[in-house]
């Protein structure tokens, strides 16, 4: 679980989803920061502002500390705020012009996002309503090292309420080429490449895990059908702790079906789940 989560929240029902996520994330021991980005600097304004966060505090029912922030852009401000906070979870709504119930970020937050120092969550739009506990994980695995980080944070997430973890290896030939694997040999069929992933999946303990054939952000977000939140890894190139987006998880943040969880890449090995940024591995092994 995550120990220093900051949430953004606007007096819209997206940052209400997005404080329902949060305390789904949060350590029961951890620290919950609500934060406003205001883009004008007038006291009245800052007024309001702490105000609009006073209340939606009262509505959540919990306890948290109040932060505005000043920026020309809310994706922005709270990429800075998260710095400045030293979070390891940054939690966002859905944009209000998405799909009903997906998990997913308008332009100009996911472009500011982009770079972000920490993890980020997005949740899905009418999780406010749903006050059940996360009961589903979801995650991509492929035996990698990074997949293995990625499948130890979701059991981590999971144990306090006893959630069901679930493994999807989505094989394609762009899986063989990106992972570092042997490629097929000529001739050798999708099929094989089904079974011996199929093989991989069946030697997970307490998870219930599944291999199928196709493009990966399509299936990982088809995936998300059945869980209460997917986990995705970041871009795993560059030396930096950040969040930079690849194609899969640029996808799933359009078109994920549940919240989602997008991880910074590993820069330190150690350490367990929650007490550093991982890089979880899509299908792909990075996405």
């Given at each position: 679980m995550f120990k220093n989560v900051l949430v953004g929240v606007d007096g819209r029902p997206n940052g209400r989803d997005a404080v329902a996520l949060a305390t789904r994330l949060v350590d029961a021991e951890g620290k919950l920061t609500l934060a406003y980005v205001h883009r004008g600097e007038a006291r009245e304004d800052l007024e309001e502002s702490h105000?609009?966060?006073?209340?939606?505090?009262?509505?959540?029912?919990?306890?948290?500390?109040?932060v505005i922030v000043v920026s020309s852009s809310p994706g922005r401000g709270l990429h800075q705020q998260a710095e400045a906070l030293d979070a390891d979870l940054l939690v966002v709504g859905s944009c209000?012009?998405?799909?009903?119930?997906?998990?997913?970020?308008?332009?100009?937050?996911?472009?500011?996002?982009?770079?972000?120092?920490?993890?980020?969550?997005?949740?899905?739009?009418?999780?406010?309503?749903?006050?059940?506990?996360?009961?589903?994980?979801?995650?991509g695995y492929n035996r990698s090292p990074e997949s293995e980080a990625a499948l130890a944070?979701?059991?981590?997430?999971?144990?306090?309420?006893?959630?069901?973890?679930?493994?999807?290896?989505?094989?394609?030939?762009?899986?063989v080429a990106y992972t570092g694997l042997i490629p097929p040999?000529?001739?050798?069929?999708?099929?094989?490449l089904l079974q011996e992933a199929k093989?991989?999946?069946?030697?997970?303990?307490?998870?219930?895990?599944?291999?199928?054939?196709?493009?990966?952000g399509e299936k990982l977000a088809e995936f998300g059908d059945q869980l209460d939140l997917l986990v995705v890894g970041s871009?795993?190139?560059?030396?930096?702790?950040?969040?930079?987006?690849?194609?899969?998880?640029?996808?799933?943040e359009r078109h994920a079906r549940c919240s989602?969880?997008?991880?910074?890449?590993?820069?330190?090995?150690?350490?367990?789940p929650g007490d550093q940024h991982v890089e979880a591995a899509g299908a792909a092994g990075r996405v």
């Open positions: 105000k609009l966060l006073e209340a939606e505090r009262e509505a959540a029912g919990v306890q948290a500390e109040l209000s012009h998405g799909a009903l119930g997906r998990a997913m970020l308008g332009d100009d937050t996911r472009a500011a996002l982009n770079g972000a120092p920490c993890p980020v969550a997005i949740a899905s739009r009418g999780l406010v309503d749903r006050p059940a506990p996360i009961a589903k994980v979801g995650v944070l979701a059991r981590g997430l999971a144990a306090p309420t006893r959630a069901s973890v679930y493994a999807l290896e989505v094989v394609s030939i762009p899986t040999a000529i001739g050798e069929s999708i099929d094989v093989g991989r999946m069946h030697e997970l303990a307490d998870v219930e895990g599944e291999a199928i054939y196709g493009l990966a871009r795993g190139y560059g030396p930096v702790k950040r969040l930079v987006l690849g194609s899969t998880s640029d996808y799933l989602l969880l997008v991880l910074t890449r590993v820069v330190a090995e150690g350490g367990a």
